[in-house]
């Protein structure tokens, strides 16, 4: 079946070229690739800017159009950019039965990425996402969290799972995951306008509509990020405040209870490699990352002014409020 792969890009470097290499040499071909590309200036294409824009400064580098024939690119705002709503808008400029979403930043670890995501795609399941790897430089706690996150076992999830995995039920990531476009279409797809979160509140609209949620763990990305504590706070806040919008997903499923659990595995695995004394640091991280979750998850008790402080997001509230946000 057809498959393309959809990616919103935001200030690409050559890191980019090389997941488009990646793409271009698995063993399943993918037909088109999809940029949705988030600009400052103005779009690549237009040479009259005054400042070159980060594609611009890129493609300087090489004969893009003829190096990658099958890359369709999408320019829009900064301001128009939404987690959900833009990679909706690049589903509709595909007309594949499969579809991929990655993030630029994601980098395939083999060859065998696409094969291994799509072939879930049959019968009851909608979706399937993969596992993601540490990068070699990453903290010890980064990688604790994509142990946690992201384990040896794959797995398929169905309604039936909620009393065992309770959150983690309708855990997805657009990452990098694979989607079929009939029940996307069938059951609305993304969310079009969301802080964070879009995909697995899509995951819990599939699940609750019967179908099931591949979780793969042969598919790997390489894809990791070594937040400060600050950041972790403002990237939890915009969490909380996903759940929060989406009661009809979240409002009965408590997330704590996926927070104990990787406090005790995190615990044990510092006491089996005799490094105790880094737990106090890993429970300060906890920390900031619980309190940006109960700010976010209360955010409508909250001045304007604290909310744009906390949030990794000020473009998102220009939909919620009126007011120019500065």
């Known amino acids: 079946m057809k498959t393309d792969v959809i990616i919103p890009v935001y200030k690409p470097g050559r890191e980019l ?152 039920t309708f855990f997805c990531s657009n990452v990098c995951a694979a989607y079929r476009r009939d029940i996307y279409d069938k059951l609305g797809g993304f969310v079009h306008h969301t802080i964070f979160n879009e995909d697995m509140i899509y995951a819990a609209s599939m699940i609750r509509a019967g179908y099931a949620v591949a979780y793969e763990a042969g598919a790997q990305v390489i894809h990791s990020h070594d937040y400060t504590n600050v950041e972790q706070l403002r990237r939890n806040f915009d969490l909380g405040v996903s759940q929060a919008e989406h009661p009809e997903v979240f409002a009965d499923i408590p997330s704590e209870a996926e927070g104990r659990k990787f406090v005790a595995q995190t615990w044990q695995f510092l006491k089996d490699h005799k490094r105790l004394y880094r737990f106090p640091a890993f429970c300060l991280q906890c920390a900031f990352k619980y309190a940006g979750y109960l700010l976010g998850r209360h955010y409508k008790k909250l001045p304007r002014a604290l909310v744009l402080k906390i949030t990794a997001n000020k473009q998102y509230w220009k939909g919620i409020w009126t007011e120019a946000i500065k």
């Open 17 to 168: 070229l090389t997941l488009l290499d990646r793409l271009e040499n698995q063993t399943i071909s993918v037909r088109k690739i999809i940029l949705m590309n988030t600009e400052e200036v103005c779009s690549w294409e237009k040479a009259a800017c005054q400042n070159k824009t980060h594609w611009q400064k890129l493609t300087d580098q090489v004969d893009f159009a003829r190096k990658y024939p099958n890359v369709e690119i999408h320019s829009l705002p900064k301001a128009e950019f939404d987690h959900g709503g833009t990679r909706h808008q690049g589903v509709q400029y595909s007309d594949a039965e499969l579809f991929i979403c990655m993030t630029q930043d994601a980098m395939p670890a083999d060859t065998r990425l696409v094969e291994n995501l799509i072939k879930h795609l049959s019968g009851n399941t909608a979706a399937a996402y993969a596992r993601q790897l540490p990068g070699e430089a990453s903290s010890e706690f980064e990688k604790m969290s994509r142990m946690f996150n992201y384990p040896q076992q794959s797995r398929y999830k169905t309604l039936d799972d909620l009393k065992e995995l309770g959150i983690k």
